[in-house]
Each structure stands twice: as structure tokens, then as C-alpha cells.
């Protein structure tokens, strides 16, 4: 089979490391790829949300399935696009319709979803610039932090968490009136804040049958200690230490169960992933977001301890008999550790040459931000390169990814060296 990936990050990189050891696989596209995908695929320079170009792809290369990554292209309706299209609607696309996208293009409707099919989550509402004053008097009904989200995609930007209330209140006003993540916080959610551990839990569904891929923490701050600002995900652990079975049992039959039911009655077909953001509080599971693609950097992370053949979990997508599908996960722990650009999550300059590569033993290497230009690997992004690492403990699989960092280096390279730190 030819199968074409969407997308140019780790997760897409991952993506592409795992659906090689498939002995189903003839050829893999990535539009538009990055240095690492080069290696072992072939990149398209095309940009995913580009439906024209993605079609001409398709058809030039004879492509058999297509994997969306990030989650622009399936917000946009790629999906729909193939089933609309007379010369494409029998290639199976893996990643949700427009209907289902929805559970991350809007906070407002995942929101909904969750209150309509009884799935635990966070007390809301939503408001516009019309309602602006109830969005001050429900503040007030909060006790701090106060949580404020864009509805709509802000580039993982649309998140406010604030400790003051008159703070709060000039937030919502900027994202509502002027409209400070553009068309995306048109519409903002308040809801009150989870104190407990985050953790995330995947799911892959054919729209009827599931399975419940490995969970994984990750790190978004980007000091030591999670200090400092967000960024897209400094590095993730899986399996999830604090994730009991006692607990995961509650996620599968409180928010899992409900969310695939909760889908079917509402008449959307939805095959592909679902990235679960859940808070355990007190031991039960809160959910905080859902996405509708596998999350960067945990995809780092969770697909390595897959045993399972990554493409026939795809094909029982496609053809709705996931059900029948073999699905085996290793006992093994996995780390990843990101190498950022000097200055991230702020500005950073790009085209620093990544020097090193060929000395990693022993972890495995997944590409972000990176681009190849006259043989030479260069940076090419915020974050550059997840380090990989596989052992019988979190110590174990962190001493290799970090050891092998010390032979990577590139101008004002940045990595948080406690990944895992509460989990020990």
C-alpha cells in the first residue's frame, strides 16, 4: 500500500518510523515531511490545508489511505472533501469529518457534547461580546484560578489561566471585543478550575468499536520544575505511573464509553483518533479537552510501545471491524525528551545546523522542526527533535534519551533536563 501522511512534526515522523515496520507498506508520503521523514519516506512540499494539492498527490502516487496529522486539515474538512470527491471518496482517510472536528475546533460544542452525554468535566458556560457583563458576574460566582478558552484553534495559544480577578475580567474583554486570538476567541468558555495530576488517555475508533491506546503525560512548561511559559510540549512519559488500573477502568467506562455512544447517537461518523484531556481528581477522571488527532509529544511515546502492525489497526478504521484487530502494548516504559530552539516559546532563530546525529545509540530520534538544505540537517522550528528512549523504568529510559542528547548539539539548543521529575 501507498499511504500519504499529513503533516510535517514528531507526531507525523512517528507516524511514519511505526507504519514502515508494516509488511503491507509499499511507499510513504508525507506533504509536507521534514528532515527526518526525508530519511525514510518521500515528502511532498505541499501545505496539508491545500485540498487541490493534496488531490493531485493522491492521484499522481496512486495513494491507497491517507493519515491526517494536525488537526487544521480535519477542522477544514478533509474528510469531506474525499467523500464529496468522485476520484477520491474510496480512499480511506483516517482522522474525523468536519462533525466530528468539532470536539476541537469549538470548546463551546466538546463543551456541550460532555454536558449532553453525562461525561465528567469542569462546570461552564460560554460567552460572546453581547453577553460580556454575565461573563464578569460568572467570574465572580468562581472561586480563582480562572480559567478562560478561545473557542475556536488558537495554535494551542487560546488558554488563559489567571489568579486574579479583575485580571479575568480585562482578559475575557481583550479576547471578546478585541478579539486578542482573532476569530478563534469570538466565542470564550469560563469554566472552573481542576486542581488534581493531568494525564492523557488516546483513543482509535472506526466510529462503533475502540481500543485505548497506551497513556501518556507531557510537559508543557518550559523551565525546570513546569516553570515558566506553555509551550507546544517539552516531553512526555508513557505508561502514565499514577493511571491505576482501578483508575483507567473509570476513564473507559465514564468517559470513553459515553463519548463513542455519545457520537453515535448523534449521527457523526467519526473514525479516527481522539486524544482524551483528562484531570485525575481525587482519583476520578475530569476531562479537560478533547482533540481529535494524536497529541506531540506523546505520539512520541505511546506509538514505540505498540506491538501491534500500525497500518491493519488503520485498515479495521476504514472498514469498521477495529473489533477484529490484534492490539498488544509492550511492558516497557518510554521517554522522550524535546530539543527546542534557543528562545522558545518567544521568538528563536532558525537554520542553526544540527551537528551529532550519527553518534545516537539506543533512542530513536523522531524530527520536528527540521528542514535539509545542501546535505545538511537544519533547525526549522520551535521545536526541533524528540529523543526517544525505551527501558524497564522511567530512570532507565530517561539516562539513554539524556545520554545521547549530550551528543546532539546546535546553536542556543534548549532541553529541560527533569522530564519526569514528579513521577519518580
Not at 138 to 155: I, M, Q, S
Not at 255 to 270: E, R
Amino acid at each position: 500500500m501507498n499511504i500519504l501522511i499529513l503533516g510535517s512534526g514528531g507526531r507525523e515522523h512517528a507516524f511514519v518510523y511505526k507504519l514502515l515496520q508494516s509488511k503491507k507498506i509499499n511507499q510513504i508520503f508525507v506533504a509536507p515531511g521534514n528532515a527526518g521523514t526525508h530519511k525514510i519516506a518521500k515528502n511532498i512540499n505541499i501545505n496539508p490545508t491545500d485540498f487541490t494539492a493534496v488531490k493531485e498527490t493522491i492521484l499522481t502516487h496512486k495513494i491507497d489511505m491517507v493519515v491526517v496529522g494536525p488537526e487544521a486539515p480535519l477542522v477544514d474538512g478533509v474528510h469531506d472533501f474525499f467523500l464529496d470527491d468522485d476520484e477520491l471518496k474510496s480512499i480511506p482517510v483516517i482522522g474525523p469529518k468536519k462533525d466530528g472536528a468539532l470536539l476541537e475546533g469549538s470548546k463551546d460544542f466538546s463543551k456541550q457534547f460532555m454536558e449532553k452525554h453525562n461525561i465528567p468535566t469542569a462546570r461552564y458556560k460560554s460567552f460572546t461580546k453581547e453577553n460580556l457583563n454575565d461573563g464578569f458576574n460568572f467570574l465572580e460566582t468562581l472561586n480563582p484560578p480562572y480559567v478562560l478558552k478561545a473557542d475556536g484553534l488558537a495554535a494551542g495559544k487560546g488558554v488563559l489561566i489567571l489568579n486574579n480577578l479583575e485580571e479575568a475580567k480585562a482578559e475575557l474583554k481583550e479576547m471578546l471585543t478585541h478579539q486578542k486570538f482573532g476569530e478563534a476567541s469570538s466565542t470564550v468558555v469560563i469554566e472552573e478550575f481542576l486542581d488534581g495530576i493531568e494525564l492523557s488517555v488516546f483513543v482509535l475508533t472506526d466510529g462503533k468499536s475502540y481500543k485505548i491506546l497506551p497513556s501518556a503525560k507531557d510537559y508543557k512548561r518550559i523551565g525546570e520544575g513546569d516553570t515558566g511559559l506553555n509551550t507546544g510540549g517539552m516531553g512526555a512519559i508513557s505508561p502514565v505511573p499514577f493511571a491505576s488500573e482501578d483508575f483507567l477502568t473509570k476513564v473507559e467506562e465514564h468517559v470513553v464509553k459515553p463519548t463513542i455512544n455519545g457520537l453515535q447517537k448523534d449521527g457523526i461518523d467519526y473514525r479516527g483518533f481522539i486524544f482524551i484531556g483528562l484531570m485525575n481528581v481525587d482519583g476520578n477522571p475530569q476531562v479537560i479537552e478533547y482533540n481529535v488527532r494524536m497529541g506531540d509529544p506523546e505520539t512520541e511515546v505511546i506509538l514505540p510501545r505498540i506491538e501491534s502492525d500500525l497500518l491493519d489497526l488503520f485498515e479495521g478504521v476504514a472498514h469498521q471491524n477495529l473489533h477484529e484487530k490484534s492490539f498488544k502494548v509492550t511492558d516497557k516504559i518510554a521517554t522522550t525528551v524535546m530539543l527546542v530552539s534557543g528562545g522558545y516559546p518567544e521568538s528563536y532563530e532558525k537554520g542553526k545546523e544540527i551537528l551529532g546525529l550519527e553518534n545516537i545509540d539506543g533512542s530513536i530520534v523522531f524530527h520536528a522542526g527540521t528542514k535539509l538544505e545542501n546535505n545538511k540537517v537544519l533547525t526549522n522550528g520551535g521545536r526541533v527533535m524528540a529523543i526517544t528512549s525505551l527501558g524497564k523504568t522511567i530512570n532507565e529510559a530517561l539516562e539513554t534519551s539524556y545520554k545521547n542528547i549530550d551528543k546532539i548539539s546546535f546553536d542556543k539548543m534548549n532541553y529541560r533536563k527533569d522530564i519526569g521529575f514528579d513521577l519518580q
